[in-house]
């Protein structure tokens, strides 16, 4: 989905290796905090228990984990955390036996920090081939990456040759016999499909039985500011349904369904504090800063904008036309020259409004009202005024202001600032003038008051 | 320089556990600011007398409220002064006498900051609001004014070209020239 987090290549911990009775330590301190950090091990030989590791750890799991009769369980295992500035290593224990070992860590940026991987599938190649294909992975969007390892032993130095699809991250060989052999990879972008499957050719003739994980990476999720198009291809699925962080709206839309979102800047999501709950720096500025600075109004919707033109002919109802933007905080979206403004912070709003006009001659019986339209034909707000005849006015010019409005807004809705009225005539035209030190002017204020 | 400062809340570093001062500072001053924001609601209590085709400035006799010393009561009666800077949302309001020899000829109200044509509000009455009608007509404007804290001031001035003097309702409360200021968000 075009307008997703976007994931990106890895940084890696470097290779681990070594021979040790029943664990392995690797080195995590350099990996960035908050993102998710993949580590893999693979050993020498078929251990005789499972592998255990340290807590807060996640195991990726495999249909073969729990099989204490196939390879897999006891050759290599990967795991994963969201790693926090507290992690500096994590060791996997393998019971008491003596293996060489290998072990890396991985850390995408752009994973979603909670469920970042979906679609584990896992197997043994028998065959006794030298290329092999991984477990067919069936992503449930195109915005995931696969990721494919392919782990064995043997008692010569192994390499890995993958397909052109695949990018290779870590093909561990080497130390002494009887030697670990792993292959990390994935697909260094985005793919499309389901049932994906990738090659992988291992050098030095026959190998062992090959044990083999292939999963998807879920990309987290984006705010995104100002509206923007996205267009879903669910091509695989009948049906999408789509979240909407700030609102908690769930819209579901059909396979071909045209469809414009526009994110938002989320409102502040207080929680209630528990006995035990951390107070991390994350959570204090998310629970105190942001709503208190969305309070005092630094941060949640608000506009002011004006019309500084020459004026335009003006007919009933007319859709008056702001050119500049004095004032634009947090996420409400106006193009200058336009009459519409955009809502993406859904809420009550208030706002005042002024509206000026020129008549070039007498107009018999006209009036003029000051409307606050939504969507186009909605009228929440109005103001009525009256005029018979140009004379005792100054110079014909007249203004409008002191209309003070409160409308409740949806996401996607627009606002315009209409004036309408009877008997104009083709008399009447837009104003920004200063006439005996009166400003008659056009422009709006509005701001989001409350949920 | 104003002396009130409008809080900036604190970005939160990792490890940073918030201290007793931290409490007073970015929970208790905020928290207070949010609840009592600046503002001022003023009234004239006297008649004040509009003469015909000229603008007049509307003075005030008191405040109902004023939290932060925006009317000064012993200076210009026109003129309000918030302490602390800000936009401010306001209203006023005034009523014009339509009876007699007052039915005739516009009015208008408008909101003005340091006397200046600023674009704060106007606001047209047309004659024919007063044809035909024997009562008061009650006018007023919504409006959203910039003060700097320290020198910006707001006045509120009516027009009336009736043709003849009036003057102000202020012996009814409901018909009392009124003006109020509410802190709204910082400049």
Redesign the interface.
């Known amino acids: 989905m075009a307008g997703a987090m976007a994931i990106s290549a890895p940084w890696e911990t470097g290779g681990h290796s070594g021979a040790s009775a029943g664990s392995g330590t690797l080195n995590i301190s350099g990996a960035p905090n908050g993102q998710v950090l993949i580590v893999v091990v693979s050993l020498s030989n078929i251990g005789g228990f499972p592998f255990t590791v340290d807590p807060g750890w996640k195991r990726i799991l495999a249909s073969y984990d729990q099989d204490a009769s196939l390879n897999g369980d006891k050759q290599f295992a990967a795991y994963w955390k969201l790693k926090g500035p507290d992690d500096t290593q994590v060791t996997i224990s393998w019971g008491g036996e003596h293996h060489q070992f290998v072990m890396r860590g991985f850390s995408y940026p752009g994973l979603d920090t909670t469920h970042p991987i979906e679609g584990v599938q896992a197997g043994i190649d028998t065959t006794g081939n030298t290329t092999v294909y991984s477990p067919a992975v069936s992503p449930t969007l195109n915005n995931r990456w696969v990721v494919v390892i392919n782990s064995t032993y043997s008692s010569v130095v192994r390499t890995w040759t993958e397909e052109a699809a695949l990018v290779e991250r870590y093909d561990a060989a080497g130390g002494t016999e009887p030697y670990p052999a792993l292959l990390y990879a994935d697909t260094n972008g985005p793919v499309s499909g389901s049932d994906l499957s990738y090659q992988a050719t291992i050098s030095g003739g026959t190998p062992n039985y090959i044990n083999q994980l292939a999963f998807a990476l879920v990309p987290g999720p984006v705010y995104m500011t100002g509206s923007q198009t996205v267009e879903v291809d669910q091509t695989a699925k009948a049906n999408a349904t789509l979240f909407m962080h700030a609102t908690q709206v769930i819209e579901s839309v059909s396979a071909g369904d045209a469809l414009q979102m526009v994110n938002t800047l989320p409102l502040p999501d207080i929680k209630t504090w528990l006995n035990g709950d951390d107070h991390d720096a994350d959570t204090l500025n998310a629970q105190w800063r942001d709503p208190m600075l969305w309070l005092l109004k630094d941060t949640c919707p608000q506009l002011h904008a004006e019309y500084d033109g020459a004026g335009y002919a003006m007919t009933s109802p007319q859709a008056l036309k702001f050119d500049t933007v004095t004032m634009q905080r947090g996420d409400i979206q106006f193009t200058p020259t336009g009459t519409k403004v955009y809502i993406t912070v859904p809420g009550l709003y208030e706002g005042v409004f002024q509206g000026a006009v020129q008549l070039s001659a007498a107009a018999s019986n006209a009036d003029f009202a000051t409307e606050i339209r939504v969507n186009g034909s909605v009228i929440a707000s109005r103001m009525d005024d009256a005029i018979t005849t140009e004379s005792g006015l100054q110079t014909g010019v007249q203004g409008f202001g002191g209309h003070f409005f409160s409308v409740r807004l949806n996401i996607g809705d627009y606002v315009e600032f209409v004036m309408a009225g009877n008997n104009w005539g083709g008399k009447v035209k837009s104003s920004d003038v200063s006439v005996n030190s009166i400003r008659y002017a056009t422009f709006f204020k509005m701001w989001w008051a409350a949920i | 320089m104003s002396t009130f400062v409008?809080?900036t809340?604190?970005?939160?570093?990792?490890?940073?556990?918030?201290s007793y001062a931290d409490l007073e500072a970015?929970?208790y001053d905020?928290v207070q600011?949010?609840l009592n924001p600046p503002a001022v609601k003023l009234r004239q209590t006297t008649n004040q007398t509009l003469n015909n085709g000229q603008w007049s400035y509307l003075s005030w006799d008191g405040a109902e409220l004023d939290t932060h010393g925006a009317f000064n009561s012993a200076g210009n009666k026109t003129q309000v002064t918030p302490q602390v800077p800000g936009w401010y949302?306001g209203?006023c309001g005034v009523a014009f006498n339509t009876s007699g020899s007052f039915m005739a000829?516009?009015r208008?109200?408008?909101a003005r900051i340091n006397d200046?044509?600023?674009?704060i509000?106007?606001?047209?009455?047309?004659?024919?609001?007063f044809?035909g009608s024997t009562s008061v007509k009650p006018a007023?404007?919504?409006?959203?004014a910039a003060f700097n804290g320290t020198t910006d001031y707001l006045q509120i001035r009516v027009y009336q070209?009736s043709g003849g003097t009036m003057t102000t309702i202020a012996n009814r409360t409901d018909y009392q020239p009124q003006l109020y200021l509410k802190w709204?968000?910082?400049l």
């Open positions: 409008v809080p809340p604190k970005t939160w570093v990792d490890n940073e556990i918030p970015e929970l905020p600011f949010i949302l209203w000829g516009q208008d109200i408008e200046t044509d600023s674009m509000m106007h606001k047209n009455i047309p004659p024919s609001a044809s007023g404007l919504s409006f959203l070209a709204h968000c910082r």
